[in-house]
């Protein structure tokens, strides 16, 4: 007997849509992001004339997933943005209704302006948050950083964090009414709590597009700034994750460990897209954006990297042909040890492996 998902999405009545729409239901989609853009709960209703009326803007749905009611995971809480219906007479009359994770309060898009002199990134992100009326999580390794001075100028509190996350090497999400901020590729929470691997078995009725390339892979890492003591110009080094190359960011930053973080972060962010792709497989309750990601049986080069989730898309159909199928789209981790899993857990042993085409014929150690 084939498995059947259990979803729930709980509205204002409390009740559970998936059940009360029961076969009208065709279709949930939750995609779970990274940072930057919205998580999205889209769902999709059969509809006849005379049309129902759609839910209002601003309603707000708890959603969960899981293979069993028991096991289901929570996956957010969305607000209605939109609602699209259309059809025809042969096809049938569909409504769509896409939610998001945050409902852009306008407190979060007021243009304005203020400083912060010496304080820690958790204090400015609660400080900002709270006077829109959210609260925020910081990973508590950026949480501890001071910063000597940063000016928000005639910006939009929502933008001005995450120009902040992105110098720091974090990414931040809008989840109901919480900001939260992690550290990009870091494998864990905002509460600094690891996500649980997304565990990818080859399997041929599933697919899979991988690309691995350089890009990014910078040997040095520079930031320049501004001394105010010595009134001159000066360059901070990091080390990179590469063998060539240096990256050098266009801006100045304020201070020599702002310089040093700052063109860390943004090396680091570029060597991310130096492994891009997907894998689908059979729905996975804990796939989750910023987990790592293991892939199992496709070969040494692939199981052996080192690599994070960007975003997870979990499709779930209803019906009697229903099923659920989870696509995480991967990249870097960006990692010290250069895109590979230390010690590797693939067939080829991590960076071990060498391909069959680059063996000789009779062996290793033959000719050549």
């Not at 864990?188 to 009725?205: H, K, L, N």
């Not at 960006?334 to 680059?358: H, I, L, R």
Request: net charge negative; charged share 20%.
């Amino acid at each position: 007997m084939a498995r059947r998902p259990f979803v729930s999405i709980i509205g204002p009545s409390g009740g559970n849509l998936v059940a009360r729409l029961s076969d009208r239901l065709i279709s949930a989609t939750i995609v779970d992001q990274a940072g930057g853009e919205s998580d999205t709960l889209t769902f999709v209703i059969s509809i006849s004339h005379p049309f129902p009326p759609a839910p209002p803007v601003g309603t707000r749905y708890m959603a969960a997933i899981g293979w069993s009611e028991g096991s289901a995971r929570h996956a957010g809480i969305y607000t209605v943005q939109s609602v699209s219906i259309g059809g025809d007479a042969g096809s049938g009359y569909t409504m769509t209704v896409t939610c998001r994770s945050a409902d852009y309060l306008d407190a979060m898009k007021t243009v304005d302006s203020e400083h912060f002199d010496n304080e820690t990134v958790d204090k400015i992100f609660q400080q900002v948050a709270g006077r829109a009326g959210v609260s925020a999580m910081v990973d508590p390794e950026l949480a501890s950083i001071k910063l000597p001075y940063r000016l928000r100028w005639k910006q939009p509190p929502i933008d001005f964090l995450d120009d902040l996350a992105t110098e720091l090497g974090g990414t931040m999400k809008t989840a109901a009414d919480r900001l939260l901020l992690m550290k990009r590729g870091a494998k864990r929470s905002a509460s600094g709590a690891p996500f649980p691997p997304i565990i990818v078995p080859f399997d041929s009725q599933y697919g899979f597009d991988i690309s691995i390339e350089a890009r990014g892979e910078f040997k040095d890492l520079g930031g320049d700034w501004f001394d105010p003591i010595e009134g001159v110009l000066k360059s901070e080094q990091a080390v990179g994750i590469g063998s060539a190359s240096r990256y050098l960011p266009v801006h100045l930053l304020p201070s020599q460990d702002e310089a040093k973080r700052a063109a860390e972060a943004i090396g680091r962010e570029h060597a991310r897209k130096s492994v891009s792709g997907f894998f689908s497989m059979a729905g996975n309750p804990h796939a989750t954006a910023e987990a790592p990601v293991v892939p199992q049986g496709f070969g040494g080069e692939i199981d052996s990297l080192d690599i994070v989730c960007a975003c997870a898309t979990h499709e779930i159909s209803f019906g009697d042909s229903g099923g659920w199928i989870t696509t995480v789209d991967i990249e870097s981790a960006a990692s010290a040890s250069g895109g590979k899993k230390a010690g590797g857990s693939g067939s080829g042993g991590g960076g071990d492996y060498v391909p069959s085409w680059e063996i000789p014929a009779g062996g290793p150690n033959a000719g050549g």
